[in-house]
């Protein structure tokens, strides 16, 4: 891995690690999305259900809704809302709280930042929430940009 890689991880860990504390969230991904498949870069996560380096079809992902229509998604409760109960993944793993942004990289969906939980969330999500996630995306973005 060279220095650049070493510097992403490093700002995707920290990232990870921020965002779960301040969304009180058990996971949190960054992801790269190519071809249609989605692989873990980084992950920080009480779950020990997902490790970086996992790739997976894009459309058995959460995050496919967010690298289709290229924007954040933010759901506190994913059961009512119609169509997610059929998610490839809800049977397996039953999320009740989604938030993801695009990561951005010349203008094209690069990956995604996303957060997630099987515990239902109180609040919605705050316009300062949906801030934080996409401030951090733009940071992954940066930093892919400097190391390209």
């Not at 995707?12 to 989605?38: A, P, Q, W």
């Not at 290229?70 to 793993?93: F, N």
Request: proline share 3%; charged share 25%.
């Amino acid at each position: 891995m060279n220095t650049s890689s070493q510097q992403l991880i490093h700002l995707c860990n920290d990232l990870l690690e921020t965002g779960r504390d301040k969304f009180s969230t058990s996971m949190g991904i960054v992801s790269h999305i190519e071809r249609d498949r989605y692989e873990i870069v980084a992950i920080s996560s009480s779950t020990g259900v997902f490790v970086a380096g996992e790739d997976f079809p894009l459309k058995d992902t959460y995050c496919r809704d967010v690298y289709e229509q290229g924007k954040t998604i933010a759901l506190t409760e994913m059961e009512g809302v119609s169509g997610l109960q059929r998610h490839p993944l809800y049977d397996t793993l039953p999320l009740e709280v989604y938030i993801g942004t695009p990561i951005l990289v010349a203008n094209k969906v690069w990956g995604t930042i996303n957060f997630s939980c099987m515990k239902l969330r109180k609040n919605a999500f705050t316009n300062e929430d949906i801030d934080f996630i996409e401030s951090a995306a733009k940071e992954v973005s940066k930093e892919i940009d400097s190391g390209s």
